[in-house]
């Protein structure tokens, strides 16, 4: 059964505190991306990784890391300097970075107390 | 900001209507491609319409583009309850070379 899958479906953190997004795939793409989703609006682009093992900013990173070490795999981090961490994180994967459909994850909700 | 524009924001029908959502972008592009979201999931990708077409069908639904405008549609024709979910368009700039999000239409189909 291939996919994308996202863990935890929620999460709950402490302001000052580092939190860490799995995301996994099985579906052998090598671009993975995350975004993160506020009510009422679109998809933001946070990190990008064409290959394992490298990763581009998108265009919020400031407060996120990730890491690519294994092509199934692309964690995302959000630190502390977050300023609003609060919202919605999506995780998709697709063949061809850019130029292919998108395949997402469940997502995880992050809210910070 | 890249983003472009959806219109509506929000869109409240009777089953068996058809619902129609718009979407405006910016710039040059390879490609526009339209996403379904149930609330609280992940995007479903439902169509992808190349920037030399004009026009594409995948069952009940009709994407069409124009270029020249900078805009697209999306028609789901003969709607159900299990429609209602958020559309969101996304398009490929030719230079940028990654997916740029809508704003969304919420799409309410009631029984």
């Known amino acids: 059964d291939g996919g994308i899958t996202q863990s935890p479906k929620y999460l709950f953190r402490k302001e000052g505190q580092n939190v860490t997004l799995s995301c996994e795939q099985n579906l052998n793409h090598d671009a993975m991306y995350w975004y993160r989703q506020d009510p009422g609006q679109g998809l933001r682009l946070i990190y990008y990784s064409q290959i394992v093992n490298d990763f581009q900013k998108g265009d919020i990173a400031e407060g996120y890391s990730v890491s690519r070490e294994k092509k199934e795999s692309f964690p995302l981090t959000v630190t502390s300097a977050q300023k609003n961490p609060t919202a919605f994180y999506l995780c998709?994967?697709?063949?061809?970075?850019?130029?292919?459909?998108?395949?997402f994850g469940p997502g995880t909700r992050l809210t910070v107390l | 900001s890249q983003q472009g524009e959806e219109d509506p924001q929000a869109l409240s029908i009777q089953e068996g209507e058809n619902a129609t959502m718009n979407c405006s972008y910016k710039?040059?592009?390879?490609?526009l491609q339209w996403y379904r979201q149930n609330s609280g999931r992940g995007l479903v990708h439902l169509i992808l319409?190349?920037?030399?077409?004009r026009e594409k069908h995948s069952g009940r639904l009709r994407v069409t583009l124009d270029t020249s405008k900078k805009s697209s549609s999306l028609l789901i024709t003969a709607s159900r309850a299990a429609d209602t979910a958020s559309y969101f368009c996304?398009?490929?700039?030719?230079?940028?070379?990654?997916?740029?999000f809508g704003t969304g239409t919420r799409l309410l189909v009631s029984p």
């Open positions: 996304a398009w490929l700039n030719t230079g940028f070379q990654k997916l740029v």
């Open positions: 319409i190349r920037s030399n077409e």
């Open positions: 998709a994967s697709s063949i061809l970075e850019g130029t292919d459909t998108q395949y």
């Open positions: 710039t040059s592009i390879n490609n």
